[in-house]
T-cell receptor
C-alpha cells in the first residue's frame, strides 16, 4: 500500500529564508508525486508534480522538488520565502498516474515571519 | 486553465437535513471526479471515486447510503449528505480529472456545519 509522511506538521521560517518541507513516500510501483498548497477555506492548488524523467521538478511560485528514489523522498524547497507563501502544504502520491486516486500526507503548515 | 466550481461554499443546517453539494468542471469534461473530506487541521481523506454514468466507488469505511454520489454528466457530480448529523460537519472538497492523463483539479471546498 502506498503512503506519504510529511515530517514536521509546522514549519516556521523568516521572510527571505530557505523553505524546506519534507516528504517521504512508500509505493510498490513507480509513483507519481505531487505537492499541493491550500489557503484557508479553499481547495488545493497544484504546485508541481513528478511523473517520469528529470528528477528535479520546478513548479509555480518559485517552488521546486527533487525526486530521490533511493531515499523515497520528494522534498519541497524554495530559496527565499515570501509572506504570501504562508499556507498548508500537502504532499501526495498516486500509483495510478495522473488520474489515479491520491493519497495525501498529513500536511505541513508553513509560517513566514517578517 | 482547468476550473472546478464547487457549490455551495458554506452551508449551515439543522440535524436531520439532507444537503447536496455540487461539483462542476467549467471548461473541460471530467471523466472522473473525486470527493474528499477534511477535518480541521488534518489531511484530505478520499471518500469516493465517481465516474460518469456509473456507480461511485467508495473507500473503506465510507457509508454509501449516507453519502450519495451522482455523476450524471461529464461536467457535474453531486454529493448528498443524507440525514446529516453534527459528526458530519466537515470540509468537503471535490476534484475533477479530464481525459488524457491530466492531473486532478480541485474545487474550493464546501464547509458543512450541522447544528
Amino acid at each position: 500500500a502506498q503512503s506519504v509522511t510529511q515530517l514536521g506538521s509546522h514549519v516556521s521560517v523568516s521572510e527571505g529564508a530557505l523553505v524546506l518541507l519534507r516528504c517521504n513516500y512508500s509505493s510498490s510501483v513507480p509513483p507519481y508525486l505531487f505537492w499541493y498548497v491550500q489557503y484557508p477555506n479553499q481547495g488545493l492548488q497544484l504546485l508541481l508534480k513528478y511523473t517520469t524523467g528529470a528528477t528535479l521538478v520546478k513548479g509555480i511560485n518559485g517552488f521546486e522538488a527533487e525526486f530521490k528514489k533511493s531515499e523515497t523522498s520528494f522534498h519541497l524547497t524554495k530559496p527565499s520565502a515570501h509572506m504570501s507563501d504562508a499556507a498548508e502544504y500537502f504532499c501526495a502520491v498516486s500509483e495510478g498516474g495522473n488520474t489515479g486516486k491520491l493519497i495525501f500526507g498529513q500536511g505541513t503548515t508553513l509560517q513566514v515571519k517578517p | 486553465g482547468a476550473v472546478v466550481s464547487q457549490h455551495p461554499s458554506r452551508v449551515i443546517c439543522k440535524s436531520g437535513t439532507s444537503v447536496k453539494i455540487e461539483c462542476r468542471s467549467l471548461d473541460f469534461q471530467a471523466t472522473t471526479m473525486f470527493w474528499y473530506r477534511q477535518f480541521p487541521k488534518q489531511s484530505l481523506m478520499l471518500m469516493a471515486t465517481s465516474n460518469e454514468g456509473s456507480k461511485a466507488t467508495y473507500e473503506q469505511g465510507v457509508e454509501k447510503d449516507k453519502f450519495l454520489i451522482n455523476h450524471a454528466s461529464l461536467t457535474l457530480s453531486t454529493l448528498t449528505v443524507t440525514s446529516a448529523h453534527p459528526e458530519d460537519s466537515s470540509f468537503y472538497i471535490c476534484s475533477a480529472v479530464a481525459a488524457g492523463n491530466q492531473p486532478q483539479h480541485f474545487g474550493d471546498g464546501t464547509r458543512l456545519s450541522i447544528l
